[in-house]
């Protein structure tokens, strides 16, 4: 009979979340778009709803809500779910939907679809072989292989955003870094992008005038038959065509410093706005949290250090250790095992909270600054594609946050992973990620003022 | 030659609906072979003779300027597209027949190109509601092109041309409806019937 009740508040706050799922594809990704095809937007909100609902599993395997061995069946049926629209539904309407966009494999969309699949499938076995993964007493069709794949796929993601994160965010935020823009160095490259565009208009004038004397010019040797008319008739044509070419090289090349000036001219009308922003109450309370997270940052880059350097994986979660600290050295006594849960509550809850609520809002500034009326569909489904990745493998990385009472269940239904590897991993590639993220800004950050000394 | 009058024309509409191969197709008289994404402002020219064979024949130099983007960009390239509107005699605007969100999005569009003085914010319109009043004192005349119409199929023409005809006639301005044929050999081979295009 419980497991009737919990299997109804299950599918109760699945049905919720899914709903969220398709508000948010309408009204944030997709507004600008006509949604044609369905089928994208129950896929995205299909693999949001079942990602919020291992989240939910683990909330209640803290609150201890539900019984224990319901949260068991249902926190399988939702990891195979999950497992099958990543690794079979997604990246099949991936390939189908890249595939209609390419004209010439129009007739053939379904072959060419599970072709791509079949290719897809190939290297994400292959992707298993260099990593110490699994103990071999696994067979080839479990669920460990998949999850273990589709583990590192995510852990790399998660590692490569929070490092690229977590440098962007004191230098986006932090006042130090911003250009300095005044407003006739805009009006002054305004003024260049018009002149360029004059250039281009004039010479476009003379191409279509030369055409079209050269058309009533041919026109009217129709009637000529005279031999040396026509002779004289093909040199000076020629040489308008010459001209003609010419004039033509000399156009594209006017059309590509024109599309230069219209990229820089945003760019400085982007920095503008933000100077003026910073100068607002807002914009000062994110230049201070911008010095804030430089700190956070540096620690964060050390300790990935620290714990590649000396080969150290944490044992104790935060949690735990902290409740130590405060009984060992402060001496202040308290029931242990009443706070451990609720501050593991807390803390895992923000965390989710703010990854989910990070990850949306990212994939919806990522889309808005590369998708197009025809590729939307496809970006949409990789977005769909990460973002589940990107989930399942928190799940995974959470278990260290939380206390040893609550990682069992994670530990029994994601099987004998090397969960040590993939916090290791995830050190490494955070370390990788964030090293090149500074440097890449560093050479962006040098190189825009040497374009503006030109001017 | 550049002693000849001369006309700007802004061709404004979402990205992707076609104005590209337009401009491409009215000025060179052949079929764009590969379009790409318009970045900034690319401008055609076209020489047109104004009341042709009458005694009042003119030659104008009709210059289109196919300006890029969407009507959701960044305000920093709203501001920078705002210079390609100075001292302009006509607008055409397009739109995907195909694509409903395109006809909306061109309320916005004609406001951010007729008030480019004020903030791009300042004029809120919102989901099709919009005062016909700002497009009555207008003195710049408009055209409304529709594209893809041979994508729709059969049984929806009906209901996509009245749709239109309606927005025709909000915006007080001329439409035509531009046939695209998909053939095969992957060419665009856009066929259409002007009806007659007059400027002040």
Partial sequence: ?455 | MATLDRVKILVLGDSGVGKSSLVHLLCQNQVLGNPSWTVGCSVDVRIHDYKEGTPDEKTFYIELWDVGGSVGSASSIKSTRAVFYNSVNGIVLVHDLTNKKSSQNLYRWTLEAIYKDSSPTGIIVSNGEYDREQFVENPLPLLLIGTKFDQIPENKRNEVLTRTAFLSEDFNAEEINLVGLLMAGFTDRKRFNFKSLHYD
């Fill in chain 1, 1 to 455: 009979m419980s497991f009737l009740v919990d299997s109804v508040i299950m599918f109760t706050s699945q049905v919720l979340f899914f709903g969220f799922g398709w508000l948010f594809f309408m009204r944030q990704l997709f507004k600008d778009y006509e949604v044609r095809q369905y089928v994208v937007q129950v896929v995205f909100s299909v693999t949001f709803a079942f990602s919020c609902t291992m989240f939910e599993l683990i909330i209640f395997e803290i609150l201890g809500a539900l019984s224990s061995s319901s949260r068991y069946f249902h926190w399988k049926l939702n990891l195979y779910v999950i497992l099958l629209v990543l690794i079979f539904v997604v990246p099949f309407y991936i390939g189908y939907f890249v595939v209609s966009n390419i004209r010439l494999l129009q007739k053939q969309r379904l072959l060419f679809a599970c072709m791509v699949w079949f290719t897809f499938m190939y290297f994400f076995w292959k992707l298993g072989d260099p990593f110490p993964i699994l103990s071999p007493k696994h067979g080839i069709l479990s669920i460990e292989q998949l999850i273990s794949r589709v583990g590192v796929i995510g852990v790399t993601l998660m590692a490569l955003l929070s490092g690229f994160g977590a440098v962007n965010c004191p230098y986006t935020y932090m006042s130090y870094f911003l250009r300095n823009v005044t407003d006739s160095d805009i009006l002054a490259l305004e003024r260049r992008l018009l002149q360029t565009m004059d250039m281009i208009v004039s010479k476009k004038k003379r191409i279509a005038m030369t055409r079209r004397q050269m058309f009533q010019r041919g026109e009217d040797q129709n009637k000529q038959t005279r031999f040396w008319e026509m002779i004289k008739s093909v040199t000076s044509t020629q040489t308008g065509s010459e001209n003609l070419s010419q004039i033509q090289q000399e156009v594209d090349a006017l059309e590509e410093l024109s599309r230069q000036l219209f990229l820089e001219t945003v760019d400085l009308h982007a920095t503008k706005e933000r100077i003026e922003y910073s100068k607002t109450f807002q914009g000062k309370y994110f230049n201070f949290l911008g010095y804030f997270f430089s700190i956070y940052c540096v620690w964060k880059i050390f300790m990935a250090t620290i714990n590649i350097v000396f080969d150290r994986v944490g044992k104790t979660d935060p949690v735990t250790r902290g409740i130590e600290i405060t009984v060992n050295y402060l001496g202040i006594q308290f029931d242990v095992k009443f706070w451990s849960q609720h501050i593991s509550f807390i803390l895992v809850g923000i965390i989710i909270v703010t990854s989910i609520r990070g990850l949306l809002i990212t994939l919806t500034k990522f889309f808005y600054a590369i998708s197009s009326s025809k590729s939307s569909n496809v970006i949409v489904l990789v977005l769909a594609q990460i973002m589940g990745m990107y989930f399942v493998s928190s799940v995974l990385l959470m278990r260290m946050s939380m206390p040893l009472e609550y990682r069992s269940i994670v530990t029994e239904v994601l099987g004998e992973l090397q969960f040590n590897f993939y916090h290791r991993w995830f050190d490494v590639i955070f370390l990788v990620s964030a090293l090149s993220s500074i440097l890449f800004l560093y050479l962006a950050h040098k190189q825009a003022p040497e374009k503006h000394m030109a001017l």
